[in-house]
C-alpha cells in the first residue's frame, strides 16, 4: 500500500479492522469471479462481510444466498443509456425491484453470485459502478441533482463532483477507512444535499477578495445519524472550487489515520469530531491542504429536502425540469424502461434522482412540458402528488434487510395513501419510516419519524410496533426530531396518525408547518394529546 497504517499496530482493534489489515476490503473484486463459478455455497461466511466493498449486500435471510446491490449515481445525474441499463438489470436480474435511495443511488434485490459478473459488465460499459456503495470506504457522493440546469446554485458542480467521485474510485489508499464515510457537495442554495446528516459535506458560499465577490464552498464536517446521531458543524475555511479534491482528500486522510477502530459503534468521522472539535480538526486540515482562507459568506437561503415537484424554468431559456414523486422510492422496470423513453422523447435523455427517492426529467422545451405531463406513467407517478404520499421516505425494511424489525416501505405507502384519502392539509408533512435505529430512511429529519420496535403484547406475545418522533428539521442548521413516550402497535398506526394529523389540521395556524407548530405547542401538550390517541384507539 501506498500509506502506512497508523493503527496496524493497536492490540485493542475490532475484529473488522483485524481482518481489514490482512485483507483489503476491493480484494473481494479478484474473488468474486472465483465465487460466481462454483456458486454461493463456496463462498466462505468470514467473506460475506468483504463483498459490501462491491456494494452488495446479503439480504435477509442471509443463508438464501440473495444480495442485495447499490449502484452509485454522484449527484443522481444519470444519462439516457444507464437508465436503460438499470432497467435491463431489475428486469432481468431484480425480479422488477429498482428502489431510488435517499442517496440517491438505485437499489437492486434478489440477485445471485453466478449474476454479478454479468451484473458488472453491464454497468462498466455505461460508465457505473457500485464499488464503495458499501462497506468501509467513501460512499456515493450527494449532490444537486439540478446541477448545471439549477437557477437556484451558484455554479454547475457537475464536474466538482465526478472529479472527485473518480478519485475514490477502486483507491486502496481510502478503501479501509474506520467506518462508512458519506460526503456532500452542492451549490444549492436550498441545501438540497442535505448538508448536515453527512460526515463531510461543501455547502454554497462567496467571499470577497481583492475586492471581487468570489463563489466557492464551506465545509461541514462530522454529521451523521443512526442511533447516535450528530449535526455537521462548519469548519472556519472557504474552499475555492478547484479546492475541493484537495480538501476532500484531506479531511479523508484525517479520518483514515486518526478515526477510531476500537469499537464499531465509535467509529464515524462525528466521533471524532465530537472529541476534537472543529478548532482542532481545521488545525491538522491545514497541515494538509496548506493555508485556506477563513470563512466567507453563507449563501443558504432555506431547505428544500431535495423535493423539486412540478414544472420549473432551468438557467436555459425555454427549457424546463419537471419534479415527480416516486411512491417510497419504489419502481419496476418497466417504469424505468418508460421513464427513459419518456425523456429521450421529451427531454435530451437525462434523469436525476433525488434524496428524497424521486426524480427530475431535464430540459424540456417548453412547448412539450403539457404533453409530457400527459403521459400515462405519470398518474401513479405524478408531479404534484397529495400531501402524504409526496413526502414519504421509508427504508428497505425487513422485507429484505437483515437489521430491521420491522415491515416498512408498503406499510408506509398504505398509510400515506390512507391519509390522503382521509385529510388535506395545506402544508406537506415529511413522514420518515425506518426499521432499525441505523436510519437509512433519516427519520431523525422528518416533521413525524416512526422508527420500528418490537413490542410485547398482554397475551406476551411479539408485534411490530412503532415509537413517534416529532419536529426534526435541517432549516437554520438543524434540528433532530423529539421522542414521544409510547409504543404504537403497528395496527393501529394510521389510526393514530390520522388523529394526530387532524390534531394539527385543527390547531394550526394558517400556513403553520408542523416544525414551527411543534415548536409553538411544545412537546408536552403534543405527548398529552398522543397518549389521549393512543388510548382511544386501543379501546
Known amino acids: 500500500m501506498a500509506y502506512e497504517k497508523k493503527w496496524g499496530n493497536n492490540p485493542k482493534l475490532n475484529a473488522t479492522e483485524q481482518k481489514k489489515l490482512e485483507k483489503d476490503g476491493l480484494e473481494i473484486y479478484k474473488d468474486i469471479p472465483y465465487y460466481a463459478e462454483y456458486g ?53 436480474y431484480g425480479r422488477d425491484v429498482v428502489d431510488i435511495t435517499t442517496r440517491q443511488a438505485i437499489q437492486f434485490h434478489w440477485l445471485r453470485i453466478e449474476q454479478i459478473p454479468a451484473i458488472f459488465k453491464r454497468l462498466e460499459r455505461v460508465g457505473l459502478s457500485s464499488a464503495g456503495a458499501c462497506g468501509d470506504i467513501t460512499r456515493n457522493i450527494v449532490g444537486n441533482p439540478l446541477a448545471g440546469i439549477d437557477p437556484h446554485e451558484l455554479f454547475d458542480t457537475t464536474s466538482i463532483v465526478k472529479d472527485v467521485y473518480e478519485f475514490f474510485q477502486y483507491n486502496e489508499d481510502f478503501s479501509n477507512l474506520p467506518r462508512k464515510y458519506k460526503m456532500a ?25 481583492n475586492g471581487e465577490n468570489v463563489l466557492g464552498f464551506h465545509v461541514k464536517v462530522g454529521g451523521g445519524l443512526s442511533s447516535r446521531p450528530f449535526l455537521a458543524q462548519t469548519l472556519d475555511v472557504f474552499v475555492r472550487p478547484d479546492q475541493v479534491k484537495t480538501v476532500a482528500i484531506a479531511i479523508t486522510t484525517i479520518f483514515r489515520d486518526y478515526g477510531y477502530r476500537e469499537k464499531r459503534h465509535l467509529a464515524r468521522l462525528k466521533f471524532l469530531i465530537a472529541d476534537w ?30 423535493y423539486f415537484y412540478g414544472v420549473h424554468p432551468q438557467k436555459q431559456k425555454g427549457l424546463h425540469y419537471v419534479g415527480f414523486n416516486v411512491p417510497v422510492g419504489r419502481l419496476n422496470a418497466a417504469q424505468l424502461f418508460e421513464i427513459a423513453r419518456i425523456a429521450r422523447q421529451y427531454g435530451n435523455g437525462d434523469i436525476r434522482t433525488c434524496n428524497s427517492q424521486n426524480f427530475i426529467l431535464p430540459n424540456v422545451p417548453t412547448e412539450k412540458v403539457e404533453e409530457l405531463l400527459e403521459e400515462p406513467l405519470f398518474k401513479p407517478i405524478s408531479s404534484n402528488p397529495r400531501s402524504f404520499i409526496g413526502y414519504s421516505v421509508s427504508c428497505t425494511g425487513i422485507e429484505y434487510c437483515n437489521l430491521a424489525l420491522v415491515e416498512t416501505k ?16 395545506d402544508v406537506p408533512v415529511r413522514l420518515h419510516m425506518v426499521g432499525c435505529p441505523n436510519s437509512c430512511g433519516q427519520r431523525q429529519i422528518a416533521d413525524i419519524g416512526l422508527q420500528g420496535v418490537k413490542m410485547k403484547t398482554k397475551d406476551k406475545g411479539m408485534v411490530e410496533a412503532f415509537e413517534l418522533y416529532v419536529g426534526g428539521t435541517l432549516l437554520g442548521g438543524g434540528e433532530f426530531n423529539h421522542k414521544l413516550k409510547g409504543k404504537i402497535d403497528g395496527k393501529d398506526l394510521p389510526a393514530v396518525l390520522l388523529q394526530l394529523l387532524t390534531h394539527f389540521k385543527k390547531e394550526k395556524q394558517s400556513g403553520e408547518s408542523f416544525y414551527s407548530f411543534v415548536g409553538r405547542k411544545g412537546l408536552s401538550s403534543i405527548q398529552e394529546k398522543l397518549d389521549e390517541i393512543i388510548e382511544n384507539v386501543a379501546v
Not at 42 to 63: C, H, M, N, T, V
Not at 287 to 296: A, D, H, K, M, Q
Not at 410 to 425: G, N, P, V
Open 185 to 209: 457537495i452542492s451549490s444549492n442554495v436550498y441545501n438540497a444535499s442535505n448538508a448536515e446528516i453527512n460526515c463531510v459535506s461543501f455547502t454554497p458560499a462567496s467571499k470577497e477578495i
Open 40 to 92: 454461493f455455497d463456496s463462498i466462505p461466511k468470514e467473506e460475506w462481510d468483504s463483498f459490501k466493498w462491491a456494494g452488495l449486500y446479503l439480504q435477509r435471510p442471509k443463508e438464501d444466498g440473495y444480495f442485495m446491490m447499490r449502484v452509485n449515481i454522484p449527484s443522481g445525474i444519470l444519462t439516457n443509456e444507464q437508465a436503460d441499463t438499470l432497467a435491463q438489470i431489475g428486469r432481468d
Open 410 to 425: 408498503e406499510r408506509l405507502r398504505k398509510i400515506a395513501e390512507y391519509l390522503d384519502a382521509q385529510l388535506s392539509i
Open 277 to 306: 472539535g472543529v478548532e482542532r480538526f481545521k488545525e491538522k486540515l491545514l497541515e494538509y491542504t496548506g493555508p485556506l482562507l477563513s470563512n466567507g459568506k453563507d449563501e443558504t437561503k432555506g431547505w428544500n429536502a431535495g
